[in-house]
């Protein structure tokens, strides 16, 4: 299937997205883990992988130069295009599928949070943070523990059900990584149970 005929699974969600105080919170932790965690300066250039409707990459934005937001979805980009001059840093958006479409360049990080279950192979995306990412860059991937399938309520193009903390931070060191960890960011509380978010760091 080419990228044109891809299923926006997010068209009927992205004028609300930003409504649930829950995914706010979740948010908020995780940027906060990011910024307590990883070295970020004014002169740096990162990739939000899974960017939707930018809200992690507003919350890091004032600690950098640059944020290049990738997302597959058209509906969640336009909501982020719409914030673009409200930004402190500079933005450029990229709608493409990143496991089928490589970018040139290479960058200062990766941030990412609550996509990595909606890729098939997570170990060949994490090869492409490798190459994608300078010597000395980091990665800093946010997403759901390992769970029973009961966190998705609706189809969104789900691949997994959460990782195992052990086996995501093998992958990243199989990539290449160095330095990686798996902390505490969050825990998203649903009326069928709360849901632990962990932030995977490393570096190139």
Known sequence: MNEAARKD???????????RQNRIDNIDSIANTIIA??????GMHLIDFGAGTGLLLERIAPQVRKITAIDVSPSMAKQLSDKKDR?????E???????KTDVPGSYDGVISSMTLHHIRDVEALLRKFHRMVK?????ALSDLDQEDGSFHTEETGVQHHGFERRWIEEAAR???FN?????DASVINKPNGDFPVFLLTARR
């Open 174 to 176: 199989k990539a290449g």
């Open 9 to 19: 699974f997010f068209a009927h969600k992205a004028g609300n997205y930003e409504t």
């Open 135 to 139: 010597p000395g860059g980091f990665i």
């Open 37 to 42: 965690t990883v070295k970020l300066d004014r």
């Open 179 to 183: 330095d990686v960890t798996t902390h």
């Open 87 to 91: 930004l402190p840093c500079e933005l």
């Open 93 to 99: 958006q990229l709608e493409l599928d990143l496991e």
